[in-house]
């Protein structure tokens, strides 16, 4: 892993701060002098009106400080077109957050898929490097409340089943916005395989558990894959999550 060119390394949130006062602990520090000078930089109001609408809700496991990470790649990548995907949607809160801030940005609805087993991890799925992992974890989920959540977005689309076989299915896209949060070392390897040729210059890809101990085999894929393929600029966004761009 020591081989990889990581080119950002912002403070990592403690975890009491994660959901406590989201206010404080996303006000990073900055220099002293733009301290002085009141210029601390916090997020918009827009951006904690929808984040409090699927973290307090439980629609999701991801915090504010993930979803900021969204909330910034929308606003990056306006210009870029593009399809949405995201693989591991759980409980859709994600998928909405995603899926709204476009809305909001762009002031129209962009393509988007969404992929999950509403079933948990496929037993097919787990390897020797998923470890804390077992067929059947994450099942605590349910396809019609997720797709009554989304239903509001015409351009999105439901994807039951294990990624791995309905990719293939999919018609031919290119992709603005990725979003794999499998915990896995197979269908994180799949997803980088299948979307990396289909990203548009200035994509980008966000792989949640990057860093977490307990999903060794998203590290593992990740590292294996960017050992063979040039494609992408890499930024540690020290939330779990690893950030790759599309040259």
């Known amino acids: 892993m020591s081989d990889i060119d990581i080119k950002t390394r912002a403070p ?9 006062d989201p ?9 002293k002098s733009r301290r002085k000078a009141g210029l601390e930089f916090r997020p918009d109001p827009a951006f904690f009106a929808l984040a409090d609408r699927v973290v307090r809700t439980k629609r999701t ?38 899926a709204t801030a476009f809305r909001e940005r762009l002031g129209e609805e962009v393509s988007m898929h ?27 989920t349910n396809v019609k409340k997720v797709a009554a959540l989304l239903s509001e977005f015409q351009q999105l ?10 990719l293939p299915r999919l018609a031919e896209s ?12 197979q269908p994180t390897r799949v997803c980088l395989d299948y979307f990396t040729p289909r990203m548009s210059p200035r ?3 966000v792989l949640d558990d990057y860093a977490s101990s307990k999903c060794p085999g998203v590290a593992r894929a990740v590292v294996e894959f960017l050992e063979q393929h040039d494609a992408y600029d890499v930024w540690d ?4 999550q690893l950030l790759l761009v599309k040259r």
């Open 12 to 20: 990592r949130v403690p975890k009491e701060r994660r959901s406590r």
């Open 23 to 31: 206010e404080r602990w996303i006000a990073r520090p900055v220099e």
């Open 114 to 140: 969404v992929f999950d087993t509403f079933k948990g991890h496929p037993p097919a799925a787990i390897t020797a490097h998923d470890t804390f992992h077992a067929a059947g974890h994450f099942s605590s």
């Open 174 to 185: 290119m992709y603005r916005l990725v979003h794999i949060d499998t915990d896995l070392y």
């Open 237 to 240: 966004m020290r939330t779990e």
């Open 203 to 205: 994509g980008v890809v």
């Open 157 to 166: 689309q439901i994807h039951k089943g294990d990624v791995s076989a309905e």
């Open 61 to 98: 496991l991801l915090g504010y400080d993930r979803l900021y990470v969204f909330w910034q790649a929308v606003r990056n990548l306006v210009d870029v077109p593009g399809a949405v995907a995201e693989i591991g949607s759980y409980r859709g809160g994600s998928a909405f957050f995603i």
